[in-house]
């Protein structure tokens, strides 16, 4: 791509063994597609630039980028042979255009600054980590760990016996955010400055949104055999991906004692800093996120990636403009033993008995995987914090009050 930055990482899907003995013909113009992406990309770029009134953000983004991202739509939807496509890339455009002024909120809210300070050596230290790196690990304190395990135990032993009855699918119990889990994760996040340090790394208030506990065992299915219909074996990256819809960052947290074969969580230091397009970022995960199978054909896997599962999909993820040709989970169509394969697993640190149990991480912009159980178990509290514009100081006193008053009612608990 000459004239637009590319979606990270970038997979040459045509000679992908998967993909390479495909027919798809294509009819749109890839440069000329790739320069109304360069203009969106500008256009993004100056408008998070300058500060605005929140309420008038989404109508002025409309005025600027949207400009952009209306020609494009407009494009596309003109050039495209298939009613299917045309509807598929309009779905998408309307969620990239949400997602892109959310961020836009983000990027408003750092410009106007952090309400309060950054407190402490240690929120220091999850900042600095998170802004070099994209992820900080580090570990429950004993008593936390023992704790949360007693609390926990009959809701561990629930999602074994559902796990038993529910086949191979994911097996998650979400608590009330002020459950008593809630109030322990709330104290720990506080003691070990990472609520204060992911505030200095995103340049925004943050807060403890909500949690779930996820069980994941040797058996499941849902990351196996994509391509067995060519013979690839899951790849040595299976499972790499971006959030969707992941502004807000998020953490891992162990309950079980997780070594290299039971899943742990991984994370591809320095890949939230990649260069990219914020486009096309956003974009092909709202790709992923508005697919809808065709009716017309059998929905046969329990694959996460159906969309890649079958051939007639593959297809059409050929006949879409070249800068499209990406995924959010992409890391089953990475080859082993490629530079790029290399590169990612040399820069991916995991989280296990020997690194910690806690990894707090930007899983927007960084590559991370986790829950490939290849034996034994693995229990996680799954957690996301939720960026909100910087308080006024009187907001400020009320909350830091009701912070107060909920970690004096944790005590009792």
Not at 241 to 246: K, R, T, V
Not at 334 to 358: A, Y
Not at 360 to 377: A, P, Q, T
Request: charged share 25%; glycine share 8%.
């Amino acid at each position: 791509m000459s004239h637009a930055r590319m979606f990270y990482p970038q997979i040459d899907y045509r000679s992908h063994p998967a993909f390479r003995n495909i027919e798809a013909k294509t009819c749109y113009d890839d440069a000329e597609v790739n320069q109304r992406i360069a203009q969106i990309d500008a256009a993004i770029e100056a408008f998070e630039h300058d500060k605005r009134p929140d309420a008038i953000l989404p109508d002025e983004f409309n005025r600027g980028p949207g400009i952009y991202l209306s020609d494009l739509e407009d494009y596309l939807r003109r050039t495209s042979r298939s009613p299917r496509m045309s509807d598929w890339f309009s779905r998408a455009f309307v969620t990239t255009r949400h997602e892109l002024v959310e961020e836009a909120h983000v990027a408003n809210w750092r410009i106007e600054g952090i309400s309060g300070e950054t407190d402490g050596t240690t929120a220091r230290r999850v900042t600095k980590a998170l802004d070099h790196d994209g992820v900080y690990i580090c570990s429950l304190e004993p008593d936390t760990l023992v704790k949360l395990r007693a609390i926990c135990a009959p809701h561990m032993q629930g999602l074994r016996e559902k796990a038993k009855s529910g086949g191979t699918e994911r097996v998650v119990h979400t608590f009330e955010r002020y459950s008593k889990v809630g109030m322990v994760l709330d104290q720990f996040f506080r003691r070990q400055g990472i609520l204060d340090g992911l505030k200095g790394y995103v340049g925004s208030n943050v807060s403890f949104a909500g949690f779930s506990l996820e069980y994941s065992y040797a058996g499941q299915k849902w990351w196996r055999g994509l391509y067995s219909d060519v013979g690839l074996p899951e790849s040595k990256t299976t499972y790499m991906h971006y959030d969707y819809g992941g502004r807000d960052p998020k953490a891992i947290i162990a309950l079980s004692d997780i070594g290299e074969e039971n899943g742990p969580t991984g994370f591809v230091k320095g890949s939230h800093k990649v260069e990219r397009s914020k486009f096309l970022h956003t974009m092909i995960k709202s790709l992923d996120y508005a697919f809808q199978p065709d009716p017309t054909l059998p929905y046969k896997t329990v694959y996460y990636r159906d969309r890649f599962a079958k051939a007639e999909y593959r297809r059409e993820f050929l006949e879409q403009p070249t800068a499209f040709h990406g995924c959010s989970h992409f890391g089953e169509d990475i080859l082993d033993d490629t530079p790029l394969s290399r590169d990612l697993l040399s820069k991916e640190v995991k989280l296990t008995r020997n690194q910690g149990n806690c990894i707090v991480f930007d899983g927007n912009y960084g590559i991370h995987r986790g829950g490939l159980v290849r034996s034994g178990e693995r229990f996680v509290f799954q957690i996301i914090f939720s960026i909100a514009p910087p308080l006024s100081l009187s907001q400020w006193v009320i909350r830091r009050s009701r912070g107060l008053a909920v970690r004096m009612l944790g005590k009792g608990n």
